[in-house]
Nanobody
Framework: VQLQASGGGLVQAGGSLRLSCAASRRTFSMDYMAWYRQAPGKQRELVASINKDGRTNYVDSVKGRFTISRDNAKAMVYLQINNLTPEDTAVYYC??????WGQGTQVTVSS
């Protein structure tokens, strides 16, 4: 099952975006889910994760600015991104171990 991320765009530094990810497994509520990003010329990196109990983890560089959440009834995962910086420019992907990588959503931050 493929994931579909959306919500990216071009924003100025200091702005905010809310990324969304639609999943479709009937057992979504049991799934570990995560957001990754890949900047030009760099490896894909894990930025945030959420387990079935709602426990979250973040890479240090986004702590305090990114918030991952989930809506099990809608089988959706979200990433709220605040206080964006140009270093956040990347393609953002959502992922879960039971899913195929889908097309990400581009986030571009201008200074």
């Amino acid at each position: 099952v493929q994931l579909q991320a959306s919500g990216g765009g071009l924003v100025q530094a200091g702005g905010s975006l809310r990324l969304s990810c639609a999943a479709s497994r009937r057992t979504f509520s049991m799934d570990y889910m995560a957001w990754y990003r890949q900047a030009p010329g760099k490896q894909r990196e894990l930025v945030a994760s959420i387990n079935k109990d709602g426990r979250t983890n973040y890479v240090d560089s986004v702590k305090g600015r990114f918030t991952i959440s989930r809506d099990n009834a809608k089988a959706m995962v979200y990433l709220q991104i605040n206080n964006l910086t140009p270093e956040d420019t990347a393609v953002y992907y959502c992922w879960g171990p039971s899913y195929l990588w889908g097309q990400g959503t581009q986030v571009t931050v201008s200074s």
